[in-house]
């Protein structure tokens, strides 16, 4: 009994300190943490953008089941509040953009903004602007025509409103956007970086909070998507996958357990052992990093799953009447070959060069080392001396597989079939899409899609950059490189940030170009010649014009008075550091190798293909990692060597290669492509497998009953071991989220191909041959 | 002409009412719309000539009008310059092929558009609720030859527009006289069959 209570009691404050660490230590969320410091100036414009760029601060909200008018005025409410809220930089619903002192402003710079150039002020050109002007006066919407039409005949205002118009392509109905359905669009930009997770979730509930202000009629519903609302999507799935399958393997292996060792109390000593190696982890990856990278922690807890073995291989492997402090010595030497082999495989991550895969192994490592020790010398002080009792196996079940070893020829044999089956069929396939990573639900996913098409806001796939030392500077390089892009014919049409707001540069040259007060007054008068308007008529134009040519440059300072335009500017021109840069989003991209010569002409312009540069990333990650695993197993194959010789190390690495190759295989079989998820499932698979390898084959083959009895308790540890994870680990096969669902399946596999290999690459006995 | 006939037929049965009849109808602005509401669909040619502070003489321009009961109205401008105008439901499509604008307003974003597109689309339709919604209704005259004078509710539109003149003669609207502060427009339409 007072056993019972210092076990439960150590058990209480492992978990208690785990607790409080995980609390007190700082956990980063930043993904760019788990890629390779990029190589290439296009892969650190990549990060940056995958870190905080625009892209990542985009909201995209849907109203849908009610009327179209009330969801036009549950828009209307919504995007009233939000622009108020000082968590957004942008709000857009479609509803009238450019507010009447914006207008004034826009207006009053239209010769200055407008591409049109000197041609517009032509006689010919004028002559063709009054009759257009006649036009439009003759038209129904001549009152809309006349309100501008007299100071402005060249349409110089109207152009350029039409010109950011013509980007959206959202259907208005009710005054806002409505795709059909109906859904009323809303679109918002958070000030907040997208893997501020806190700040995105912030903004996330200011929507939901804006929805219910709205007073939404019963049935309305709220559709929110953008990396924001995916992080917190992500995290949500999830952590409710886990708590299902945590539920649900804790019940069948507690049952399990239950049923093996006929005391629940082996649960608790499972969970010491895994308690300590988190506890040791957490502790030494904060003291070495300062911080614990999620990740690191969700993998490196994910791998922990081999220290679950430790307690169940000291409690099972104890002979009968042996005590177990005894047989914990007894069994040391093997289980400290495990664990050693298992952080061998592991160190080498450390020296991998990336931050996350650094705090990974050595998370894995120490928390290996920790769990071990427990084993060791934790487990059997809390237990009783006589350890508990094991129920021994169905003896058909025990005489069947240690009888595998008879058959090895032929499972070596299927082996080698298998081996030459995959790289026939090309190898295992990688997962290069990002999406597929991603443990957004697909429907989310899917809604994301449908929103972003709906907005029209565009599938950037290439998108061209470039710095400078001030945004003046920036602007006038960002319009040279457009203009040359443009003249080799690299793309049908490039958004950039000189469209919206010209460089002063520009500007200045567009309003010397304009005619003198004088000369101009000459060409519309002779322009006007028979045309019905009376004298006088264009005297705004004129006076605006004159004005025009003496005005100062609208620059980005100005914008704070122009909140349209400075939220169609953002993306396209930011600063950074102390300098400034700038966007380029080409759109009609018919050769790809056109446009990299076209942009190799143009100094300091970047061009990035952001599906190839996060293709590239994600393989110099795997590839990273692979490297660093080989080099890892390299260590493996030399502990394994010193501690069991030749023969017996190859044996522990045909298991291995074995299992491993079996597991891939079956992957590609039923039509996985591998994901980094693969692969860390495939480390736990390989320190697993290891661990049965060595046990299975722990005493060398003796012809007395010892050694038979000896077998027969090392299978019962090991098939103790395999079920134990098949019922943890092997559950998360059935969950939807790709990061759960590889790594279940992948350990699943695994697990009960090593083991079988296991059995069957163990040493030969007299009793079953 | 068989529309021409079917009008004259109307007023002469009107007037051949006997009084009790007429009694019971007492509302010459209800009976006028009940007899727009009556008609399905209409064709009729146009004159429009508009009148501008800016221009010395007034712009002239031809075309047919086409109304389709409950809710569709094209104007169809021939010459000088091909245009349509087509309201139907909430959406206003303004085209004009020679200068390639095609352009789609919603009549519920643009309250400043919506009277004066009521004041003819449902006066055709013999809506008196909907006129009523957005202007001030003055009817005088009869059933046979009448005349509405409509004033914009609201002072935004009252602004730009002040009075919107409409004049029918039984179930045919025949002239609709716009009076603003850009000016002054006259639309003058004739049966078509």
Same mark, same amino acid.
């Not at chain 1, 410091?37 to 414009?45: D, H, I, K, L, T």
């Given at each position: 009994?007072?056993?019972?209570?210092?076990?439960?009691?150590?058990?209480?404050?492992?978990?208690g300190?785990?607790?409080?660490?995980?609390?007190?230590?700082?956990i980063?969320?930043?993904?760019?943490?788990?890629?390779?410091?990029?190589?290439?100036?296009?892969?650190?414009?990549?990060?940056?953008?995958l870190?905080?760029?625009?892209?990542?601060?985009?909201?995209?909200?849907?109203?849908?089941?009610?009327?179209?008018?009330?969801?036009?005025?549950?828009?209307?409410?919504? /995007?009233?509040?939000? /622009?108020?809220?000082?968590?957004?930089? +942008?709000?857009?619903?479609?509803?009238?953009?450019?507010?009447?002192?914006e207008?004034?402003?826009?207006?009053?710079?239209?010769?200055?903004?407008?591409?049109?150039g000197?041609?517009?002020? !032509?006689?010919?050109?004028?002559?063709?602007?009054?009759?257009g002007?006649?036009?439009?006066?003759?038209?129904?919407?001549?009152?809309?025509?006349?309100?501008?039409?007299?100071?402005?005949p060249?349409?110089?205002?109207?152009?350029?409103?039409?010109?950011w118009?013509?980007?959206?392509r959202?259907? !208005?109905?009710?005054?806002?956007? +409505?795709?059909?359905?109906?859904?009323?669009?809303?679109?918002?930009?958070?000030?907040?970086?997208?893997?501020?997770?806190?700040?995105?979730?912030?903004?996330?509930?200011?929507f939901?909070?804006?929805?219910?202000?709205?007073?939404?009629?019963?049935?309305?519903?709220?559709?929110?998507?953008?990396?924001?609302?995916?992080?917190?999507?992500?995290?949500?799935?999830?952590?409710?996958?886990?708590?299902?399958?945590?539920?649900?393997?804790?019940?069948?292996?507690?049952?399990?357990?239950?049923w093996?060792?006929?005391?629940?109390? +082996?649960?608790?000593?499972?969970?010491?052992?895994l308690?300590?190696?988190?506890?040791?982890?957490?502790?030494?990856?904060?003291?070495?990093?300062?911080?614990?990278h999620?990740?690191?922690?969700?993998?490196?807890?994910?791998?922990?799953?081999?220290?679950?073995?430790?307690?169940?291989?000291?409690?099972?492997?104890?002979?009968?009447?042996?005590?177990?402090?005894?047989?914990?010595?007894?069994?040391w030497?093997?289980?400290?070959?495990?664990?050693?082999?298992?952080?061998a495989?592991?160190?080498?991550?450390?020296?991998?060069?990336?931050?996350?895969?650094?705090?990974?192994?050595?998370?894995?490592?120490?928390?290996?080392?920790?769990?071990?020790?427990?084993?060791?010398?934790?487990?059997?002080?809390?237990?009783?001396?006589?350890?508990?009792?094991?129920?021994?196996?169905p003896?058909?079940?025990?005489?069947?597989?240690?009888?595998?070893?008879?058959?090895?020829?032929?499972?070596?044999?299927?082996l080698?079939?298998?081996?030459?089956a995959?790289?026939?069929?090309?190898?295992?396939?990688?997962?290069?899409?990002?999406?597929?990573?991603?443990?957004?639900?697909?429907?989310?996913?899917?809604?994301?899609?449908?929103?972003?098409?709906?907005?029209?806001?565009?599938?950037?796939?290439?998108?061209?950059?470039l710095?400078?030392?001030?945004?003046?500077?920036?602007?006038?390089a960002?319009?040279?490189?457009?203009?040359?892009?443009?003249?080799?014919g690299?793309?049908?049409?490039?958004?950039?940030?000189?469209?919206?707001?010209?460089?002063?540069? !520009?500007?200045r040259a567009?309003l010397?170009?304009?005619?003198?007060?004088?000369?101009?007054?000459?060409?519309?008068?002779?322009?006007?010649?028979?045309?019905?308007?009376r004298?006088?008529?264009?005297?705004?134009?004129?006076?605006?014009?004159?004005?025009?040519?003496?005005?100062?440059?609208?620059?980005?300072p100005?914008?704070?008075?122009?909140?349209?335009l400075?939220?169609?500017?953002?993306?396209?021109?930011?600063?950074?550091?102390?300098?400034?840069?700038?966007?380029?989003?080409?759109?009609?991209?018919?050769?790809?190798?056109?446009?990299r010569?076209?942009?190799?002409?143009?100094?300091?312009?970047?061009?990035?293909?952001?599906?190839?540069?996060?293709?590239?990333?994600?393989?110099?990650?795997?590839?990273?990692?692979?490297?660093?695993?080989?080099?890892?197993?390299?260590?493996?194959?030399?502990?394994?060597?010193?501690?069991?010789?030749?023969?017996?190390?190859?044996?522990?690495?045909?298991?291995?290669?074995?299992?491993?190759?079996?597991?891939?295989?079956?992957?590609?079989?039923?039509?996985?492509?591998?994901?980094?998820?693969?692969?860390t499932?495939?480390?736990?698979?390989?320190?697993?497998?290891?661990?049965?390898?060595?046990?299975?084959s722990?005493?060398?083959?003796?012809?007395?009953?010892?050694?038979?009895?000896?077998?027969?308790?090392?299978?019962?540890?090991?098939?103790?071991?395999?079920i134990?994870?098949?019922?943890?680990?092997?559950l998360?096969?059935l969950?939807?989220?790709?990061?759960?669902?590889?790594?279940?399946?992948?350990v699943?596999?695994?697990?009960?191909a090593?083991?079988?290999?296991?059995?069957?690459?163990?040493?030969?006995?007299?009793?079953?041959? | 002409?068989?529309?021409?006939?079917a009008?004259?037929?109307?007023?002469?049965?009107?007037?051949?009412l006997?009084?009790?009849?007429?009694?019971?109808?007492?509302?010459?602005?209800?009976? #006028?719309?009940?007899?727009?509401?009556?008609?399905?669909?209409?064709?009729?040619?146009?004159?429009?000539?508009?009148?501008?502070?800016?221009?010395?003489?007034?712009?002239?321009?031809?075309?047919v009008?086409?109304?389709?009961?409950?809710?569709?109205?094209?104007?169809?401008?021939?010459?000088? #310059?091909?245009?349509?105008?087509?309201?139907?439901?909430?959406?206003?499509?303004?085209?004009?092929?020679?200068?390639?604008?095609?352009?789609?307003?919603?009549?519920?974003?643009s309250?400043?558009?919506?009277?004066?597109?009521?004041?003819?689309?449902?006066t055709?339709a013999?809506?008196?609720?909907?006129?009523?919604?957005?202007?001030?209704?003055?009817?005088?005259?009869?059933?046979?030859?009448?005349?509405?004078?409509?004033?914009?509710?609201?002072?935004?539109?009252?602004?730009?527009?002040?009075?919107?003149?409409?004049?029918?003669?039984?179930?045919?609207?025949?002239?609709?006289?716009?009076?603003?502060?850009?000016?002054?427009?006259?639309?003058?339409?004739?049966?078509?069959?």
């Amino acid at each position: 009994m007072r056993r019972l209570a210092a076990l439960l009691g150590t058990l209480a404050l492992l978990a208690g300190a785990l607790a409080l660490t995980l609390r007190l230590v700082e956990i980063r969320g930043d993904i760019a943490d788990f890629l390779p410091a990029p190589q290439s100036a296009e892969g650190a414009f990549l990060l940056q953008e995958l870190r905080g760029g625009t892209a990542t601060t985009l909201l995209l909200a849907g109203i849908e089941g009610a009327p179209a008018a009330d969801l036009a005025r549950i828009s209307q409410a919504m /995007a009233a509040r939000l /622009a108020a809220d000082g968590r957004f930089a +942008m709000v857009a619903n479609g509803a009238l953009l450019v507010g009447e002192a914006e207008a004034a402003l826009l207006f009053a710079h239209r010769y200055a903004l407008s591409a049109a150039g000197p041609d517009a002020f !032509t006689e010919p050109a004028l002559r063709a602007a009054l009759e257009g002007v006649l036009d439009g006066l003759r038209s129904s919407a001549a009152p809309l025509v006349r309100r501008t039409a007299f100071a402005d005949p060249t349409g110089a205002f109207l152009g350029l409103l039409r010109g950011w118009a013509g980007e959206a392509r959202v259907a !208005t109905s009710h005054g806002v956007w +409505m795709a059909e359905g109906p859904r009323a669009l809303l679109l918002a930009q958070s000030r907040a970086a997208g893997l501020d997770t806190d700040a995105q979730a912030e903004a996330v509930a200011a929507f939901h909070a804006a929805f219910a202000a709205a007073a939404p009629p019963p049935g309305a519903r709220l559709l929110l998507s953008g990396p924001g609302v995916f992080a917190a999507e992500a995290a949500a799935t999830v952590q409710a996958d886990v708590r299902l399958v945590s539920i649900l393997s804790l019940l069948l292996v507690g049952a399990f357990l239950l049923w093996r060792y006929r005391s629940p109390v +082996m649960l608790a000593v499972v969970a010491v052992a895994l308690a300590a190696g988190a506890l040791a982890g957490t502790l030494v990856v904060a003291a070495v990093f300062g911080h614990v990278h999620g990740a690191a922690l969700g993998f490196g807890i994910t791998t922990l799953g081999i220290a679950a073995d430790y307690p169940l291989l000291v409690v099972t492997g104890r002979a009968p009447g042996e005590a177990l402090r005894t047989a914990a010595r007894r069994i040391w030497p093997t289980l400290r070959l495990a664990a050693a082999t298992s952080v061998a495989g592991l160190v080498p991550m450390l020296a991998a060069g990336f931050p996350g895969l650094a705090q990974f192994g050595l998370f894995a490592a120490s928390g290996l080392i920790a769990a071990v020790l427990a084993a060791r010398w934790l487990v059997p002080a809390l237990l009783p001396p006589e350890g508990l009792p094991v129920r021994p196996l169905p003896d058909a079940l025990s005489r069947a597989l240690l009888r595998l070893p008879a058959r090895r020829g032929a499972v070596l044999g299927g082996l080698g079939a298998v081996a030459v089956a995959l790289a026939l069929a090309g190898g295992p396939r990688l997962e290069r899409d990002l999406a597929a990573l991603s443990p957004v639900p697909a429907a989310v996913q899917a809604l994301d899609g449908e929103l972003r098409r709906q907005v029209g806001a565009p599938d950037v796939r290439v998108v061209l950059t470039l710095t400078a030392p001030d945004a003046e500077a920036a602007l006038q390089a960002a319009e040279r490189a457009a203009a040359a892009l443009l003249a080799a014919g690299a793309a049908g049409a490039i958004d950039h940030p000189g469209r919206i707001l010209p460089s002063a540069a !520009t500007q200045r040259a567009r309003l010397d170009a304009l005619p003198a007060a004088e000369v101009l007054a000459a060409r519309l008068e002779a322009a006007q010649a028979g045309l019905p308007f009376r004298p006088g008529a264009f005297a705004p134009f004129l006076a605006a014009v004159a004005e025009a040519r003496a005005q100062p440059p609208l620059t980005p300072p100005h914008l704070a008075a122009s909140p349209v335009l400075a939220a169609r500017l953002a993306p396209l021109l930011r600063p950074e550091g102390a300098r400034w840069r700038a966007l380029l989003l080409p759109s009609g991209i018919e050769d790809m190798a056109a446009l990299r010569r076209a942009a190799a002409a143009v100094p300091g312009l970047l061009v990035v293909d952001i599906k190839a540069e996060t293709e590239a990333l994600l393989d110099a990650g795997v590839g990273t990692a692979l490297r660093w695993s080989a080099a890892g197993g390299v260590m493996v194959l030399l502990l394994l060597g010193a501690g069991r010789g030749l023969a017996g190390g190859l044996r522990v690495a045909g298991v291995l290669a074995g299992a491993l190759l079996v597991t891939f295989a079956a992957l590609a079989v039923l039509g996985e492509r591998i994901t980094v998820f693969h692969l860390t499932a495939a480390l736990l698979l390989a320190g697993v497998g290891m661990d049965y390898a060595l046990f299975m084959s722990r005493s060398e083959p003796n012809s007395g009953r010892d050694g038979n009895e000896e077998a027969a308790r090392a299978l019962g540890s090991v098939i103790t071991c395999m079920i134990t994870t098949l019922l943890t680990f092997g559950l998360l096969a059935l969950c939807a989220t790709p990061v759960l669902h590889a790594t279940g399946l992948t350990v699943a596999v695994g697990v009960v191909a090593a083991f079988l290999l296991a059995c069957t690459l163990a040493p030969r006995r007299d009793a079953t041959t | 002409m068989a529309r021409r006939g079917a009008v004259a037929r109307r007023a002469l049965l009107a007037l051949a009412l006997p009084l009790p009849l007429a009694a019971q109808a007492p509302d010459p602005l209800a009976a #006028v719309m009940a007899g727009l509401a009556a008609v399905r669909e209409s064709r009729a040619a146009f004159v429009e000539e508009k009148e501008m502070p800016e221009l010395d003489r007034p712009l002239v321009s031809r075309g047919v009008l086409l109304w389709r009961a409950p809710d569709r109205l094209e104007k169809r401008t021939l010459e000088p #310059v091909p245009e349509t105008f087509l309201v139907e439901g909430d959406r206003v499509t303004l085209e004009r092929p020679q200068r390639g604008v095609r352009e789609t307003i919603d009549l519920d974003a643009s309250p400043e558009i919506r009277p004066l597109v009521e004041a003819i689309r449902a006066t055709l339709a013999g809506d008196l609720a909907t006129l009523r919604a957005h202007h001030e209704v003055a009817f005088t005259g009869d059933a046979r030859a009448w005349r509405l004078r409509l004033v914009p509710r609201s002072p935004r539109v009252r602004a730009a527009v002040q009075r919107i003149v409409l004049e029918g003669e039984g179930a045919f609207l025949r002239l609709v006289e716009t009076q603003g502060n850009e000016g002054r427009s006259r639309m003058m339409a004739t049966p078509l069959p």
